[in-house]
């Protein structure tokens, strides 16, 4: 078993990257003196700046081990929420995010307001900011303080917690949006090479593919898993995953910002498919590791991998040189300090524009930035305290997975609905909020009370026992498009028995034909490499290439 030890080179590799990203981070907030600059970075963002930022933020530390992790316990069924991210990409940059960008919003609670009324901006902006410190920022930290746990044993969680989020803190309450995407980019380039890396040595100390296919069950080099899977069944990759996707990638304040940063419509759009394209590459280099690790270290021979998250840093301590090891580190480091960044910024951006500015219209642009930087360092604060809670669930996924599939549901219907449907009137989408909501807490009491299961892998004992009793069983990914269907209906209801909404007020908000018909004559003006239409189509063709190679 590999020793965890940490020459003096690497620490010097892991200190210097520190003090460089700050240093990018202190620079970049020089120039954040407006509201734009702050929270949308002057909307100047390019396409390369937004691509690598939105896969920096996704590719969290939990991500990086978690990949490698499960393919080694369970096989590459993981990536399917890789894939999926670049396909809800394609549908995102089509059909909704024309709309964000042009009613100029800086968040998307901001545009519910637009489409419907502001019961929905406060509420929904009220969830994300609790979603944003709970869920993104909290189990940001209290992943990456796992990681530095597997490195350290002796230091304890809450120190991890402290040191990591202090770090990501600093830079963003400086700088705003602008200081992320700028670090973000570097951080994602570590990110890759640092992958690329263990990737490569580990498939070179197994020498060969057949080698792979020889030990490792052909299922376990698949996809698509069987209806009756328990962690993934294949019909929920077209119901939950989707829609948890879409919630992530279409209306999650903490991804979309930076697209609402763009330079234009072409620069978010490009930025988005970029994205989805280096999501498209983890396969390779943070999933099939895992099952090299396999090979490398059979658990029969390393019985302390029965915790597998454990082996990403194995096969990182066992292959690596001296110094790039210290780059391997750093960028655990990246993964984490990218996830919290992100987080902070989109949830005072919330706090700031949507209550704040709403509340005191007067308050001008030095006061809104002054505000940001406080309450981003308020929420730092708030998510380094309730981190440590989470150990007390029984893992991070059921954390994740719990929270997710009963919030964000109702809020999925509002978009949806909102752009695809002008006679949704301003008084549906609260009252799809509320009863969505509702439902959802209905069958979160159930769960808590023993009358009902929502499953999110294999059951235990105790779960089989009260299957005996006859309790029945719902896996989450079919949970998500339950809620989601009760809510679109409380918005069809309500919007036939209330008074149809002003079209001026939703033409520019709305999906229609002749929307379509308009932008295909703009992108007759664009060479085809320009052309989002020509490029979503490639990402298409790749995704089924992917998914197709590794059915």
């Not at 009756?228 to 879409?246: A, K, R, Y």
């Amino acid at each position: 078993m590999p020793e965890f030890t940490l020459h003096a080179v690497d620490l010097v590799m892991v200190g210097l990257y520190v003090v460089f990203i700050i240093a990018v981070g202190f620079y970049v907030s020089k120039r954040a003196s407006t509201t734009d600059d702050y929270f949308l970075a002057g909307r100047t963002l390019t396409w390369w700046l937004i691509g690598f930022s939105l896969f920096a933020s996704n590719v969290s530390s939990s991500t990086l081990v978690g990949l490698s992790s499960s393919a080694y316990s369970t096989g590459i069924a993981v990536y399917n929420y890789e894939w999926m991210a670049a396909l809800v990409l394609v549908v995102f940059i089509v059909f909704f995010l024309p709309f964000y960008l042009r009613s100029r919003v800086f968040t998307l609670p901001e545009f519910l307001e637009l489409r419907f009324d502001g019961r929905s901006r406060y509420y929904v902006s009220g969830v994300m900011v609790l979603m944003n410190i709970a869920i993104d920022t909290a189990a940001a930290l209290y992943a990456g303080s796992l990681v530095v746990q597997i490195l350290y044993p002796e230091l304890p969680l809450w120190i991890a917690v402290v040191i990591l989020g202090a770090l990501a803190g600093l830079y963003t309450v400086a700088g705003g949006l602008k200081a992320v995407v700028y670090t973000d980019a570097v951080q994602a380039v570590l990110l890759l090479l640092g992958s690329l890396i263990v990737a490569w040595l580990s498939f070179e100390a197994i020498g060969s593919w057949s080698a792979v296919t020889a030990v490792v069950p052909e299922s376990d080099l698949s996809l698509i898993m069987p209806a009756d899977d328990p962690s993934l069944p294949w019909p929920g990759l077209l119901t939950g995953v989707f829609l948890l996707g879409f919630y992530f990638w279409g209306t999650n304040q903490f991804m979309v910002q930076r697209m609402l940063g763009a330079k234009d419509l072409n620069h978010g759009r490009w930025g988005a498919l970029f994205a989805g394209f280096l999501k498209l590459t983890v396969i390779f280099i943070m999933v099939l590791p895992g099952i090299f690790g396999r090979l490398l270290y059979p658990i029969e021979q390393y019985p302390a991998l029965v915790n597998s998250d454990l082996i990403f840093p194995i096969m990182m301590f066992d292959l690596l040189p001296v110094g790039i090891r210290g780059l391997i580190i750093a960028a655990l480091v990246a993964a984490i300090m990218s996830s919290v960044d992100s987080t902070l910024n989109s949830a005072s951006t919330l706090v700031t524009m949507d209550f704040v500015k709403k509340l005191r219209p007067t308050i001008g642009n030095r006061g809104l930035v002054v505000t940001g930087r406080i309450v981003t360092f308020v929420f730092m604060a708030l998510a380094i305290i309730w981190a440590p809670n989470i150990a007390k669930f029984p893992n991070l996924w059921t954390y994740l997975q719990a929270v997710l599939a009963y919030l964000s549901p109702p809020i999925v219907a509002c978009f949806i609905v909102g752009v695809f449907w002008k006679r949704a009137s301003r008084n549906s989408a609260f009252a799809a909020l509320i009863a969505g909501h509702f439902v959802a807490a209905v069958v979160f009491l159930a769960v808590l009370s023993n009358r009902l299961i929502v499953q999110t892998g294999v059951l235990s004992a105790e779960q089989l026992n009260l299957v005996d009793s006859g309790v029945p069983v719902i896996h989450f990914l079919y949970l998500v498009p339950l809620l989601l269907l009760v809510s679109i209906g409380v918005m069809v209801i309500t919007s036939l028995y209330s008074g149809k909404p002003d079209p001026e007020q939703i033409d520019q908000l709305t999906w229609s034909p002749e929307f379509f018909r308009a932008e295909t004559a703009e992108l007759k003006e664009l060479p085809w490499y320009q052309n989002y239409r020509i490029l979503a189509v490639g990402m298409l063709i790749l995704i089924a290439v992917f998914v197709g190679i590794f059915w």
